[in-house]
């Protein structure tokens, strides 16, 4: 979920809002949307590239894009090749926030 703030009056999908007001967006399943993604909940790397959510759109895309994609690049090679058995250990615990729903503990074994 990601919150906006109107900077003006502002008519919205039918929506009108007033200039102020805050306005709770939810992504209700962005990049597991079954309507775009096969298999939505399955961790598949190689799958055929097509634009996702996983950092935003428009205005407030993500400005730190390219340096996590650089990042990823550079790092995730290392890491598998220094401990090429890396598998999962257990089910990952996801964070319990409603911003950046990300993991609590990711418990891996070589
Ligand atoms: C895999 C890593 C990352 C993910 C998944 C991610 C995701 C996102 C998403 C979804 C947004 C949009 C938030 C919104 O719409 O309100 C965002 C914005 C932003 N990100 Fe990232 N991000 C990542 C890495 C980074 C890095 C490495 C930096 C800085 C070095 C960064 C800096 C920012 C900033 C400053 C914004 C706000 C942009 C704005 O509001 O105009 N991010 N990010």
């Known amino acids: 979920m990601f919150t906006r703030w109107a900077y003006d009056e502002i008519d919205v999908m039918g929506h009108r809002f007033q200039r102020g007001d805050q306005v709770g967006l939810l992504l209700g399943a962005a990049n597991r949307d079954p309507g775009v993604w096969d298999r939505p909940a399955k961790f598949l790397p190689t799958?055929?590239?097509k634009p996702h959510a996983s950092f935003g759109a428009g205005l407030h895309f993500c400005v730190g894009a390219p340096l996590a994609r650089l990042e990823l690049q550079i790092a995730l090679p290392i890491l598998f090749h220094h401990?090429?058995?890396l598998?999962?250990?257990e089910p990952p615990t996801y964070a319990d926030?409603?911003?950046f729903h990300g993991l609590s503990r990711?418990?891996?074994k070589t």
């Open 97 to 99: 926030v409603y911003h």
């Open 106 to 108: 990711l418990r891996l």
């Open 47 to 49: 799958r055929p590239v």
């Open 87 to 89: 598998q999962i250990a």
């Open 83 to 85: 401990r090429p058995g």
